[in-house]
C-alpha cells in the first residue's frame, strides 16, 4: 500500500472517528464507560476524539501526573 493511501485511509478514520462514538458499558464487566478526550495529531491536522474508559477495569490512579511545567 502507498504511503498516499495510506496517509488518505487514516485521514478518513480519524474524521469518522471524531464523530461516531456509542459504547456505554465497558466489554469486559458491564459498568458504564465515562468518555476522556484524546487530541491525536497527523499531517497537520488535529482531531478531539472521545475515546471510552472504563473507570473499574483502568483505575487512572495510579498515573503519574504530568510535569509541572
Not at 464487566?29 to 491536522?45: K, L
Not at 475515546?51 to 509541572?68: A, G, I, M, Q
Request: one cysteine or more; proline letters at 7%; aromatic letters at 12%.
Amino acid at each position: 500500500m502507498s504511503d498516499n493511501l495510506v496517509s488518505k485511509a487514516l485521514i478518513e478514520f480519524l474524521n469518522t472517528a471524531s464523530t461516531h462514538w456509542a459504547a456505554n458499558a465497558c466489554p469486559d464487566c458491564a459498568s458504564s464507560v465515562e468518555y476522556r478526550n484524546c487530541t491525536f495529531f497527523f499531517e497537520g491536522q488535529t482531531w478531539e476524539i472521545p475515546l471510552p474508559l472504563c473507570v473499574k477495569c483502568h483505575s487512572v490512579s495510579h498515573v503519574v501526573p504530568p510535569y509541572e511545567a
